[in-house]
């Protein structure tokens, strides 16, 4: 979720325990990890509607092959929030974009609907309250879809596994607070690591990434985050 409620703008509180709240915005009533200090809830689908369209509009647009490029692009839109559970298929969603226009091996409509539609089950809070940030899942995610991995897969489970675990070691060795920025990043470049190493694909990437979104996080790491520079 973000930093603070997208109704009041206060500030949120994490639970310590799961409670079932009514989202203010659709009025159905789900488990949640978070209210903010006026008793606002927002479920995760109302919290993460309106990046979706942001995303399928630029993946089905553009002609990018750098993830990072195409991350910042959908990052930049006032509809997706510094914080939230849209990050969970924002990755995925900008490697399959980057991947399918380097070696166009995917039917990119389905495949975006599949890592949109996976990303989604991928609740918020998820990298603190279940210890498996949502960013390193979404780009399982992409590779299980690249791959047609299914329960039944031999390599392709293996591969999407690990594809998952090598983000999430690299997302962990920065600490916490959580940043979905920060963690976006770190996993794209992990996941394009991984590409290159293990399928013998790699993908263009930034030589150079900057954030511009250090304003808008009241935990940023600053100085200690790779990717911090006051001069944005």
Do not use: Q
């Not at 206060?10 to 203010?24: F, G, I, Q």
């Not at 990052?75 to 399959?96: Q, T």
């Amino acid at each position: 979720m973000s930093d603070f409620c997208i109704l009041c703008k206060a500030p949120l509180k994490y639970l310590d325990s799961p409670k079932v709240m009514r989202c203010e915005i659709c009025g159905k009533s789900f488990e949640g990890h978070a209210v903010c200090e006026n008793g606002h809830y927002v479920c995760d689908a109302c919290h993460a509607s309106p990046a979706e369209g942001v995303v399928r509009s630029v993946v089905l647009n553009s002609s990018s092959k750098d993830p990072v490029d195409i991350a910042d692009e959908i990052m930049a839109s006032s509809f997706v929030h510094m914080h939230g559970p849209e990050h969970h298929f924002i990755v995925g969603a900008s490697l399959l974009c980057a991947f399918c226009n380097t070696y166009g091996e995917a039917d990119l409509e389905n495949a975006l609907n599949a890592v949109i539609s996976r990303g989604k089950k991928v609740p918020g809070g998820f990298c603190g309250m279940a210890g498996c940030c949502g960013a390193a899942v979404s780009a399982g995610i992409f590779l299980s879809v690249i791959l047609k991995a299914t329960p039944m897969s031999k390599e392709e489970w293996a591969l999407s596994n690990r594809m998952t675990s090598r983000c999430l070691e690299v997302v962990s060795r920065l600490g916490g607070p959580r940043c979905c920025k920060r963690d976006s990043y770190t996993t794209i470049l992990a996941a394009a690591e991984f590409l290159r190493e293990e399928l013998g694909k790699p993908l263009n990437i930034s030589d150079e990434i900057l954030c511009s979104h250090f304003g808008e996080n009241a935990e940023c790491l600053k100085v200690e985050c790779p990717y911090f520079t006051n001069s944005c």
